[in-house]
C-alpha cells in the first residue's frame, strides 16, 4: 500500500492506495491551523478504515508544496519520519500537480490554472494542460509553468481566464473568476501521481517549495554596543587620551 499525505493548503489530507491506484480510505478535513494536531490521528484512521496497519504501507507520498513554511514542514516531516521507522521510500509531489490530476481526473480539458493561499494577499500558481494519452501509465497532463508566487491581480490576463483550481477563487474572486476543480489537495489523487511516476522511476525528491522565506528568522548578531563611532576613532589615533571615559560629554557631536 501507498500511504499519501498533504497539509500545503487548506487542507490536512491523508490517503492510503493500493499499489495499483484503488483508494482504500481517505480522511479530509478543512483546517489551516490544526496541522500539527490533526495529521497524526488522520493516518491511524485511515489505517483502521482500511483495516490495515503501518506494516502495511510499502510506500510513502508527501506533498511539497508550495505552501505556508509550518504546515507545509509538518507534513513532509511526519511522511519522513514514517517512512524512515518503515525503512520504505519517500515520493515528494508538488501540491500543485495533485490538484490538476483531480481537475483532470473529474473530466477536465485543455488548460488550467492553480492557485493557492500564499498568504500575505498573495497566491501560488502554476498552469497545466491536458495531453492526450493511450497509455495509463502515463500522466495525462503537462505543467507549462510554476509555481510562482504573487498578486492574484497581477498574474496575465491569459492566466486569468482560463479555468481555476485552488481556493485562490475563492480568496479573490474578482481577480480568479472562474472557478474549477478543487479548492484543497486530494491525498488521492497526490498518491494517484506518486504512483504513476514511481511505476516509471521518475526522481522524486522531497525538498519543500517554499518559494520565499519564512515569516519567522532568526536574530542577527547583537551589534556591539561601545563602538567608537568614526570621529572619535580618528580623535583616538591623533591622541589615546582624547576621550575619557569619565567625561560624559567625551566623543559628543559639536
Excluded at 142 to 162: D, H, I, M, N
Amino acid at each position: 500500500m501507498l500511504l499519501a499525505l498533504d497539509t500545503s493548503t487548506s487542507a490536512v489530507t491523508v490517503a492510503l492506495l493500493s499499489l495499483d491506484g484503488g483508494l482504500l480510505a481517505e480522511q479530509h478535513v478543512v483546517d489551516a491551523r490544526g496541522t500539527t494536531e490533526l495529521l497524526a490521528p488522520l493516518v491511524a484512521r485511515v489505517l483502521d478504515d482500511a483495516g490495515s496497519t503501518p506494516a502495511d504501507v510499502e510506500l510513502v507520498a508527501v506533498g511539497t508544496g508550495p505552501g505556508p513554511f509550518t504546515g507545509l514542514r509538518v507534513g513532509i516531516v511526519t511522511g519522513l519520519t514514517f517512512a524512515h521507522a518503515r525503512r520504505i521510500p519517500v515520493l515528494g509531489v508538488p501540491s500543485h500537480d495533485a490538484l490538476a490530476h483531480a481537475w483532470v481526473l473529474a473530466g477536465g480539458q485543455g488548460s488550467l490554472l492553480v492557485a493557492t493561499d500564499a498568504r500575505r494577499k498573495e497566491v501560488y500558481t502554476s498552469v497545466y494542460e491536458t495531453v492526450a494519452s493511450g497509455d495509463e501509465t502515463h500522466l495525462p497532463w503537462r505543467r507549462l509553468s510554476g509555481p510562482t508566487v504573487g498578486k492574484a491581480a497581477e498574474l496575465p490576463e491569459a492566466e486569468r481566464a482560463l479555468p481555476i483550481a485552488g481556493r485562490g477563487t475563492v480568496l479573490y474572486p474578482d481577480a480568479l473568476p472562474h472557478a474549477a476543480g478543487s479548492l484543497d489537495v486530494s491525498a488521492a489523487a497526490l498518491g494517484g501521481v506518486a504512483l504513476v511516476r514511481h511505476r516509471l522511476g521518475e526522481e522524486q525528491p522531497t525538498e519543500p517549495l517554499y518559494l520565499r522565506r519564512p515569516d519567522a528568522t532568526m536574530p542577527g548578531a547583537p551589534k556591539p554596543a561601545l563602538v567608537p563611532r568614526p570621529q572619535d576613532q580618528q580623535a583616538l589615533r591623533r591622541d589615546p587620551h582624547a576621550l575619557d571615559p569619565r567625561d560624559p560629554t567625551a566623543g559628543a557631536d559639536q
